[in-house]
C-alpha cells in the first residue's frame, strides 16, 4: 500500500530532543546579545540627552545675547521661539523633570542653566544631575 504525501509531511517532524537543542541554542544566542543591546540603547539615551541639553542652554544663552536678560521659565524660551518645544528627557521620558538653576546672585524668575533631573548613574559613573 502506497502512503498519500501529505501523511508523509505529517509523519516526519522534530523530535523532542532536536526542539530542545534549538532552544537551547537561541537560548545562548539570546544571552550573549541581549546585554550588548541594553547597553547601545543606554548610550543612546544618554548621547539624546547630552544634545538636549546642548540645545537648551545653547537657546538660554541666545535669548540672553538678545534680550540682555534670562528667560523666567523653559516655556518663554518656546513661546519666544528659541526651542519648538521642551525637549524630553530620555533617561526619564518627561519633559517635566528637567531641573533649571538661576543665574548667580537671583534666586528665583529667572533660569540660566538646565539639568537633568534624572536620578542615578551614566554609563561612565558619572551622575546624570551634574550633567
Known sequence: MKIPH?????????TII???VVMAVLGLLLSIVAPRYIEHVDHAREAVLHQNLR???????????DRARYPKD??????????REIPLD???????????????????GAISDVRSGASGKALDGTVYAKW
Do not use: C, H, N
Not at 501529505?6 to 522534530?14: D, E, H, I, V, Y
Open 6 to 14: 501529505s501523511r508523509l509531511l505529517f509523519a516526519q517532524g522534530f
Open 18 to 20: 532536536e526542539l530542545l
Open 55 to 65: 540645545g537648551m542652554r545653547e537657546a538660554i544663552d541666545k535669548f540672553y545675547a
Open 74 to 83: 523653559l516655556q518663554e524660551l518656546v513661546q519666544q521661539r528659541y526651542l
Open 90 to 108: 530620555p533617561i526619564t521620558d518627561q519633559t517635566a523633570t528637567w531641573v533649571v538653576s538661576p543665574p548667580p546672585g537671583v534666586t528665583t
